[in-house]
């Protein structure tokens, strides 16, 4: 694969507290910035994402726009992804794909990060910045192992620290700085020669292509790791399991991918579910009971009345678990691991 263009790109990943995040930074960058910038924040898929863009062109010299698919990129511009679509990177191009989501998001960071990895190698700058749990990760770790550079937004001064404290634990970052100091460090490093090329492992590549839609089969991802006794939360097919270091993710045959505090955290959001809708069904049956233990002739039915107690007895525990917050929402679910 020819990856000889002459410039650097940077990509950007970014989550909750993306916004004021990304505009501190886009602020910071000078008019003749020699690179592209590339921006993936998650977004609903009702959201259109067009505030954000006018934030960003708004906050700083750089145009910054939604790509069209197949556009080709040039330097000094901002490119965010539209909603519900994941941006990747060819040689020259832009594409936005209805792949399936991974981490629960389309547009997620790790297939921005992938593409570019495969495709521009060591002339990839990557950047994770404030947000929960762990989107990005993995991509960086692909920037990484391909050459490329990696910066992480300083925990400490992260609104939410879970993102770029799994890059900065689980990937190592070749520079971990506040917002404050980013701006004027990638300026820098956009200038710089690139590092000795890496050729983009076979993993990686194959990841890239799914994201594409160019594979989506069983022997595509029996090359990326084992099949285990999960299920797909997003369409019930089997998972496989890729260990990356000390970073676990899943993946099943139609592209869903999730990290483990993902996949934990989602099926813990659906166990919340049915415990509400269990909820619910008891006690629709204990009042149905209810009801019917009372004959027309005045006479109760012993056998209802006993059933009413023990449906009472199951909501109490069903309710104490809910109230309990034992099963937390899945966007809240939090990383507890702690940079040294």
Not at 85 to 107: D, F, V
Not at 142 to 171: F, L
Not at 221 to 237: K, M, R, S, T
């Amino acid at each position: 694969m020819d990856r000889t263009n002459t410039h650097k790109l940077i990509v950007v990943g970014a989550s909750a507290g993306g916004m004021q995040a990304l505009k501190r930074l886009v602020a910071q960058f000078p008019a003749d910035l020699p690179a592209p910038v590339f921006i993936v924040t998650h977004l609903g898929p009702d959201a259109t994402g067009d505030a954000l863009v006018h934030v960003l062109d708004e906050a700083g010299p750089l145009q910054c726009h939604h790509p069209t698919d197949g556009e080709h990129f040039t330097k000094g511009n901002i490119y965010v992804a539209p909603s519900d679509r994941h941006m990747l990177i060819e040689q020259s191009a832009i594409l936005l794909t209805s792949g399936a989501r991974e981490n629960r998001y389309r547009p997620a960071i790790d297939p921005l990060f992938r593409s570019a990895a495969v495709a521009h190698g060591n002339r990839v700058i990557g950047v994770i910045l404030t947000g929960y749990l762990d989107d990005g990760t993995s991509g960086m770790m692909a920037i990484r192992r391909c050459g490329g550079i990696c910066i992480a937004q300083h925990p400490e001064d992260a609104d939410y620290a879970d993102m770029p404290r799994s890059v900065v634990v689980n990937v190592g970052v070749d520079h971990c700085v506040p917002i404050s100091s980013m701006g004027a460090l990638l300026s820098e490093l956009s200038r710089q020669e690139a590092a000795e090329d890496v050729p983009p492992p076979e993993d990686v590549v194959i990841e890239a292509r799914i994201a594409q839609r160019v594979l989506s089969d069983l022997p595509s991802v029996e090359a990326l790791g084992d099949q285990v006794p999960f299920n797909c939360p997003e369409c019930g097919g089997v998972l496989w399991q890729i260990k990356e270091g000390d970073l676990l993710r899943y993946r099943c045959h139609t592209g869903h991918a999730f990290t483990s505090g993902v996949l934990l955290a989602v099926q813990s959001a659906k166990i919340e579910e049915t415990l509400w809708t269990a909820l619910r069904m008891f006690e629709e049956r204990q009042n149905l009971m209810a009801t019917m233990s009372t004959r027309p002739d005045g006479k109760s039915s012993k056998v209802l009345a006993e059933r009413t107690k023990d449906a009472q007895v199951h909501i109490e525990r069903i309710r104490a678990i809910l109230l309990a917050n034992e099963i937390p929402y899945w966007g809240s679910a939090r990383i507890t691991t702690v940079v040294n």
